[in-house]
């Protein structure tokens, strides 16, 4: 029973590159989150996927951020011309959707740190 | 809009209790989360309250008061294993799978 991973773990890129960041929800899971997190804030909320659509995409910041879930499992959120003010750490979430017990409860990956310079 | 308020930083002694408080203002409610989150690591879920009472999980218990738009956390028997922030979420009304969060409580456990 693997949980949620993330690829890579860790990505240094410089300015206006572009960037892929892919997350491996739990087996079975139809639900699918990401979260941008900076040192010392909560998460923020990006994206939700329920099964292969976005759901609710009202937390990506601007339209240099898109993320995509083309099986319903296996999702990517991609970052164009990165920005400095990009630097965080990008989590991934996913649950049982519709909740089984009514708690749905979102299990986190590790996380991807993302570094601009 | 939704606005959730919880304590920075808190200290406690190794043994002890220590009681993270959080208050919510929200247009509705629909359940809160408390999550721990180590340093470096992702956040794990610890427990989640829709009703109000206590909830008693071993060492950790989660308190919800919806009256009064309030929840705590209390951690028993304290170990140093415990330091880490401790994170409340709140169900967002509008969409019932998102996920409202706290900027965090950062506990620290001394020997």
């Known amino acids: 029973g693997a949980g949620v991973s993330q690829t890579p773990s860790n990505k240094v890129t410089e300015k206006g590159k572009y960037v892929e960041l892919r997350c491996d929800p739990i087996s079975g899971h139809t639900a699918l989150y990401w979260y941008r997190q900076s040192l010392g804030q909560g998460p923020e909320f990006l994206i939700y996927?329920?099964?292969?659509?976005?759901?609710?995409d009202s937390g990506l910041p601007n339209d240099r951020f898109f993320a995509v879930r083309p099986e319903g499992s296996v999702s990517t959120l991609k970052i164009q011309r990165t920005e400095r003010g990009d630097s965080a750490v990008y989590l991934c979430?996913?649950?049982?959707?519709?909740?089984?017990?009514?708690?749905?409860?979102?299990?986190f990956g590790p996380g991807t740190r993302l570094l601009v310079l | 809009g939704q606005n959730i308020d919880q304590p920075t930083e808190m200290t406690a002694t190794e043994g002890a209790i220590v009681q993270i408080n959080c208050t919510y203002q929200t247009s509705g409610f629909n359940g809160l989360f408390w999550y721990q989150q180590h340093a470096g690591e992702a956040p794990t879920f610890l427990s989640y309250n829709v009703l109000d009472g206590l909830e008693e999980k071993g060492r950790f218990s989660s308190f919800l008061s919806r009256s009064k738009g309030y929840s705590y956390l209390l951690l028993k028997e304290l170990q140093m294993k415990d330091s880490a922030s401790y994170l409340c979420?709140?169900?967002?009304?509008?969409?019932?799978?998102?996920?409202?969060w706290g900027l965090g409580t950062s506990l620290a456990v001394n020997p």
């Open positions: 979420a709140v169900r967002d009304v509008a969409n019932n799978r998102k996920l409202i």
């Open positions: 979430a996913s649950s049982l959707d519709p909740p089984s017990s009514g708690q749905e409860t979102q299990y």
């Open positions: 996927f329920q099964g292969t659509g976005a759901a609710d």
